[in-house]
């Protein structure tokens, strides 16, 4: 069975502050993970990573895959009120179609001012 | 705009009363979702359709049915409505490459009393 697991579950930091979110998986036919934030309404895509070792960045957003390990981590810097969201998690898996996602539970982030 | 509608937005159902939520996407995709948000919860994946014409069951299909009406349309079908299947449904498509290029509609919330 696929799995998809996040961690933490939630979190509370100050602006400016830095988070590190964590994503570890066990799926077969591994294609892409993925990362959505989501404020309330469908998730909103911020990366895909199919290779390991290959930091992806955004602005103030990184992401980095492990293909060995199993596991990715979605780092925000110098955060704002604005980064507050649930943060997802996505596993991309199967043969016969394009974007079936496994995913995990999620990460509520909490920013205050 | 191109993308992914959903309807309807809201709904509420008595248990036991019957619904369809309809879908329908103009990105020529081939490949379409259903997934149920449960609160605390990551996206959940009811059933899929790879292609026109074909559709499988996903990891929580009990109490739904799909009907793949032809490449735009997917459909999703609550013959006997339960408490249970009070949820946020979000359909979604896929063309190729997957992953990044997947797009979600903007939900429906059912609430079944």
């Known amino acids: 069975e696929d799995k998809v697991v996040q961690s933490p579950l939630s979190l509370v930091v100050h602006e400016g502050d830095t988070v590190t979110l964590n994503c570890s998986y066990e799926v077969t036919n591994f294609r892409s993970l993925l990362w959505y934030k989501q404020e309330k309404k469908a998730p909103t895509f911020l990366f895909m990573l199919t290779s390991s070792g290959i930091e992806k960045k955004s602005g103030r957003l990184s992401s980095i895959l492990d293909k060995k390990e199993l596991f990715s981590i979605l780092n925000i810097t110098a955060t704002q009120t604005g980064d507050s969201a649930v943060y997802l998690c996505a596993v991309e898996t199967g043969t016969d179609s394009w974007g079936k996602l496994q995913f995990g539970a999620g990460t509520q982030v909490v920013v205050t001012p | 705009n191109a993308g992914v509608t959903q309807t309807p937005k809201f709904q509420v159902l008595k248990t036991g009363q019957s619904m369809t939520l309809q879908c329908a996407q103009d990105m020529n995709h081939n490949s379409m979702y259903w997934y149920r948000q449960d609160p605390g919860m990551g996206l959940r994946l009811i059933y899929y359709?790879?292609?026109?014409?074909?559709?499988d069951k996903g990891e929580v299909p009990n109490g739904y049915n799909v009907s793949r009406l032809n490449k735009r349309e997917f459909s999703l079908r609550l013959e006997s409505a339960a408490p249970s299947q009070t949820s946020v449904y979000f359909c979604?498509?896929?063309?190729?490459?997957?992953?990044?290029?997947?797009?979600f509609g903007s939900g429906t919330r059912l609430t079944v009393v």
């Open positions: 979604a498509s896929s063309g190729r490459g997957g992953g990044r290029w997947t797009t």
């Open positions: 359709s790879a292609s026109e014409g074909t559709t």
